[in-house]
């Protein structure tokens, strides 16, 4: 029998669910009260208009993509994710019922990303941090080529 190892989430308080069941966690954050803003992660204070009056949410699996490119070239420091490095496509992505746009990975041939692409968010183990801990990250695929986790 194997031990079962640790599992933290790539940035506190931006996934909410069981971190060892990759199917069951949904991106997080807050909506502000004040203005309506969603924002991934969970904080204090509104970033759009300063308001303490936040609540917590979990955000929808699905949405859409707003507006995509290719990146290039790799993040700077103190970024630790897959090595080598390998060209991806990047989208801000519209998160489904009134979510936070957010920019994420896009699985998939680049030439079949566009505005408008219908996308689903998966998880995986990203990377292993310095004290051995699988750090969980998310990307999203084309939601033809997946199942939807509403």
């Given at each position: 029998?194997?031990?079962?190892?640790?599992?933290?989430?790539?940035?506190?308080?931006?996934?909410?669910?069981?971190?060892?069941?990759?199917?069951?966690?949904?991106?997080?954050?807050?909506?502000?009260?004040?203005?309506?803003?969603?924002?991934?992660?969970?904080?204090?204070?509104?970033?759009?208009?300063?308001?303490?009056?936040?609540?917590?949410?979990?955000?929808?699996?699905?949405?859409?993509?707003?507006?995509?490119?290719?990146?290039?070239?790799?993040?700077?420091s103190?970024?630790?994710?897959?090595?080598?490095?390998?060209?991806?496509?990047?989208?801000?992505?519209?998160?489904d019922?009134?979510?936070?746009?957010?920019?994420?990975?896009?699985?998939?041939?680049?030439?079949?990303?566009?505005?408008?692409?219908?996308?689903v968010?998966?998880?995986?183990?990203?990377?292993?941090?310095?004290?051995?801990?699988?750090?969980?990250?998310?990307?999203?695929?084309?939601?033809?080529?997946?199942?939807?986790?509403?």
């Open positions: 029998m194997s031990a079962i190892l640790e599992r933290i989430g790539f940035k506190p308080g931006f996934i909410a669910g069981d971190l060892h069941n990759l199917d069951s966690l949904r991106l997080s954050g807050i909506r502000c009260g004040d203005c309506g803003i969603a924002l991934l992660g969970v904080r204090r204070r509104c970033e759009n208009c300063s308001s303490t009056k936040v609540t917590e949410e979990v955000f929808s699996s699905e949405g859409t993509v707003y507006s995509c490119t290719i990146q290039r070239y790799p993040p700077p103190p970024f630790v994710g897959v090595q080598p490095w390998k060209p991806r496509v990047v989208a801000w992505v519209d998160l019922k009134k979510g936070p746009r957010i920019l994420a990975p896009i699985e998939g041939p680049a030439d079949l990303v566009t505005i408008g692409l219908r996308v968010a998966q998880f995986n183990i990203g990377w292993t941090d310095e004290r051995g801990r699988e750090v969980i990250a998310f990307s999203f695929l084309s939601s033809t080529s997946s199942g939807s986790r509403l």
